[in-house]
C-alpha cells in the first residue's frame, strides 16, 4: 500500500519541477537578447549548490530516494542557469558568477564528499553532518531572492523578482515541509519551514508593489485622457474661432 508520505513526496517532486523551471521564460527572453542585464547569478548558484549536496544527502540517506531524484533534475537545470550567465552576463557579472561557481559549487562541493568519505566515520554520523549543511544551505537558497525583495522595496517595481519564481517558493516550503513531518526529518523540516515564510513575504511584497504599480498606470491614464480631452476642446474652440 503506498503510503501518505510517498504520495507528499511525489508532489512535492512535481512542485519541484515547476520551481526549478519557473525562471525559464525570464532566461528565454535574456537569451533572445543576448543579455542578463542586472540579474544576479547567485541564487542560482547558492540553489546549484543546495541541490547538489541534497542529492548527496539523499544518496547516503536511506529512503530519501524521492530527495535525490528531484535534487538530481536540479542540479542539471542549475547548471543551464549558471552557462547562461557565464555566456550572457555582463563582464563583472560573468566574473563573479565565475567565481563563486569555482568556490561553491566545484571546490566546496567536493571537500564536502571528500570530508565525509574520509574523516567522518559511520553512516549515521555522515547522514547527520550532510543533514545539517543541507539544511543551512537550504536557507541560503530560500533567502537569496531577500536581495531582489531589496531591490523591489527600494525601485517600488517587481520587475526583478518573477512572480511564479516567488509562487513557487511558497509551494515548495510547503509541501516540503509537509513531507518532512510525516517522514519525520528534521533536516528537511526546518529550512523548508523557513522557505514558506519567506514564500509568503515575498508574495505579499509582489501583491503590494503590483497594486501601486496598477493604482500609478491608472492615474497616468487618466491624466493623459485629461490632457486629450482638453486638447480636443482647444482644438474645437480654434476651428470654430476661425471660422467665425
Known sequence: ???LSFVVGVI????SVFFFLSPLSTFCRKVR???IEEFESFPYISTLLSCTLWTYYG???PGSFLVATINGFGVVVELIYVALFLIFAP???RAKTGILFGLLDVGFVAATVLVTQVVVHGDQMRINVLGFLCAGLNIIMYGSPLAAMKTVTTTKSVEYMPFLLSLFVFFN???WTLYAVLVKDIFLGVPNGIGLLLGIAQLLLYVMYSRKRSITSSGEWKISERLVTSS???DEQIQVQSFN
Open 91 to 93: 563582464p563583472r557579472i
Open 1 to 3: 500500500m503506498i503510503s
Open 173 to 175: 516550503g510547503a509541501i
Open 232 to 234: 480636443s476642446k482647444m
Open 33 to 35: 537578447n543576448r543579455s
Open 59 to 61: 544518496v547516503t540517506n
Open 12 to 15: 512535492g517532486n512535481i512542485i
